[in-house]
């Protein structure tokens, strides 16, 4: 995770007043190169789900299958579903896992930044890769509340923040 990325989850929490007492669910949490997780001392509970067993993850899982029964408070989704062949299968997770009004905090790799696999490196024979166009993003959230998108055409970043209804 870059530090631009990094730099608004961290700006969006403080905007939407931190995580303390907040249950945490985090999307693709295998630390490649960075991760949320230490912005989020003193959340109740945090739980990294990942489709691989690594550093940062504790629950082995694909997305699209993880229920989360409203369990959670706050979602928060870096550098993932440009790699995700089904990203509105991501979102769909994230909304199960929240409780009603619970918040998505979420980074993606917009189309002008270079391809790059789930490791940081190139993209694998058989890997899915494909940028995130803000306008999908937005279609994707359509129906969730307070959405707030950025696009960073020159990083190559798109970032939304969006309230669960």
């Known amino acids: 995770m870059h530090a631009e990325a990094l730099d608004f989850v961290s700006r969006t929490l403080a ?3 931190g995580v303390g007492g907040l249950r945490v669910l985090e999307i693709g949490s295998l630390d490649v ?3 949320p997780r230490g912005l989020c001392d ?3 509970c945090y739980v990294g789900i990942d489709r691989v067993a690594g550093r940062g993850v504790d629950c082995v899982c694909d997305a ?4 989360g029964a409203e369990g959670y408070d706050l979602v928060i989704c870096c550098e993932v579903l440009e790699h995700a062949p089904n990203p509105c299968a991501v979102i769909a997770c994230a909304e199960r896992a929240l409780a009603p009004g619970g918040r998505l905090i979420l980074t993606a790799a ?6 790059h696999g789930c490791d940081g490196e190139a993209v694998q024979v058989g890997e899915h890769y494909a ?7 937005r279609a994707w959230l359509a129906d969730w509340g307070d959405v707030w998108i950025e ?3 020159t990083r190559g970043d798109v970032y939304a923040m969006a309230t669960r209804p």
């Open 15 to 17: 905007a939407t007043g």
């Open 33 to 35: 190169n960075g991760t």
């Open 42 to 44: 003193g959340a109740l």
């Open 64 to 67: 699209a299958q993880y229920d």
């Open 110 to 115: 917009a189309p002008e930044r270079s391809p």
């Open 131 to 137: 940028g995130i166009l803000p306008d999908a993003l």
């Open 151 to 153: 696009h960073h055409p």
